[in-house]
Nanobody
Framework: QVQLVESGGGLVQPGGSLRLSCAVS????????IGWFRQAPGKEREGVSC????????YYADSVKGRFTISRDNAKNTVYLQMNSLKAEDTAVYYC??????????????????????WGQGTQVTVSS
């Protein structure tokens, strides 16, 4: 049974940092891309970042570029999202998801969701003073 469990969310002040973790079981990350998505209240879910397994390429949404970093520990089957210089607009539920493809699927600058098969339950990130 495939499970993705996110952790590391919480309340942080603007300018602060958080590191999200996504522990994957029942599924190896070695051959598939993994992505982070987020959904803010009243908004559609959006792709934040992706890490390809095929070539190590990464994708970041323009809104987080330069502030967020995605990484993977294959030995632990865990993916991380380091989030620095957090802003109020980063407040959302963050989800990790595994793709059926080895590469990140990006169209018109946006990370597509259609290839993502397994999803975690999400972790809340709130940026507020």
């Amino acid at each position: 049974q495939v499970q993705l469990v996110e952790s590391g969310g919480g309340l942080v002040q603007p300018g602060g940092s958080l590191r999200l973790s996504c522990a994957v079981s029942g599924f190896t990350l070695d051959y598939y891309a993994i992505g982070w998505f987020r959904q803010a209240p009243g908004k559609e879910r959006e792709g934040v970042s992706c890490l390809s397994s095929s070539d190590g390429n990464t994708y970041y949404a323009d809104s987080v570029k330069g502030r967020f970093t995605i990484s993977r520990d294959n030995a632990k089957n865990t993916v991380y999202l380091q989030m620095n210089s957090l802003k109020a607009e980063d407040t959302a539920v963050y989800y990790c998801a595994t793709s059926r493809r080895a590469y990140c699927t990006v169209a018109r600058g946006t990370l597509g969701e259609s290839s993502y098969v397994y999803w975690g339950q999400g972790t809340q990130v709130t940026v507020s003073s």
